[in-house]
């Protein structure tokens, strides 16, 4: 059974930092790149930023861009979002997403987590 897990997220002040963990199984992790996407309240799925099956290649949205990074563990089949400089603009439900490519498009993505709330406010 395949299965994502996100953690980390909650309420942070602006300029805080917080890191994601997208803890997965069932599946053979370093086969697949990862993603992660947000959510907020009525906006499209947007993604964050993913990484590939070894960790190679990388890709980042413009606006996370120097504040975000990810990171995987491909022996605790684990990915990590390390988020810094939060503002409320970041304030949404993060996902992480598995597939075979390292892109950006949602739609690409086969196994999804449930999400994690991430709140930026004063």
């Known amino acids: 059974q395949v299965q994502l897990v996100e953690s980390g997220g909650g309420l942070v002040q602006p300029g805080g930092s917080l890191r994601l963990s997208c803890a997965t199984s069932g599946f053979t992790f370093d086969h697949y790149a990862i993603g992660w996407f947000r959510q907020a309240p009525g906006k499209e799925r947007e993604g964050v930023s993913c990484i590939s099956p070894r960790g190679y290649a990388i890709n980042y949205a413009d606006s996370v861009k120097g504040r975000f990074t990810i990171s995987r563990d491909n022996a605790k089949n684990t990915v990590y979002l390390q988020m810094n400089s939060l503002s409320p603009e970041d304030t949404a439900v993060y996902y992480c997403?598995?597939?075979?490519?390292?892109?950006?498009?949602?739609?690409?993505?086969?196994?999804w987590g449930q999400g994690t709330q991430v709140t930026v406010s004063s």
């Open positions: 997403a598995a597939g075979l490519r390292a892109t950006m498009l949602p739609t690409l993505y086969n196994y």
